[in-house]
């Protein structure tokens, strides 16, 4: 069965820092171009991080650029999302993609979705 399971969500206080795994299971992540998206209530889902595996390129969103950091363990068949000096309005349900065509932050190119993982941002 092919899946994708995001863990490590939870809330924090305005500054804090939270680390998201997203470990998949029934295929190898090693080849994929693995994305890291968000949806907060009433907004639309962006892109935060992606990887790529035929160079190993990573982006960014400009709002999360010098506090997050993704990246992959072949080995685990996993990847993480670290995230510091989280702020407010990172608070939103996260979710990892993989395919092997994805395509940075473009939603409809990635096949493989995780259920999501809530990251709650509040003092």
């Known amino acids: 069965q092919v899946q994708l399971v995001e863990s490590g969500g939870g809330l924090v206080q305005p500054g804090g820092s939270l680390r998201l795994s997203c470990a998949a299971s029934g295929f190898t992540l090693d080849g994929y171009a693995i994305a890291w998206f968000r949806q907060a209530p009433g907004k639309e889902r962006e892109g935060v991080s992606c990887?790529?595996?035929?160079?190993?390129?990573?982006y960014y969103a400009d709002s999360v650029k010098g506090r997050f950091t993704i990246s992959r363990d072949n080995a685990k068949n996993a990847v993480y999302l670290q995230m510091n000096s989280l702020k407010p309005e990172d608070t939103a349900v996260y979710s990892c993609?993989?395919?092997?065509?994805?395509?940075?932050?473009?939603?409809?190119?990635?096949?493989?979705w995780g259920q999501g993982t809530q990251v709650t941002v509040s003092s």
């Open positions: 993609a993989a395919d092997p065509r994805g395509l940075g932050f473009v939603v409809s190119t990635y096949t493989y």
């Open positions: 990887i790529f595996s035929h160079d190993g390129s990573i």
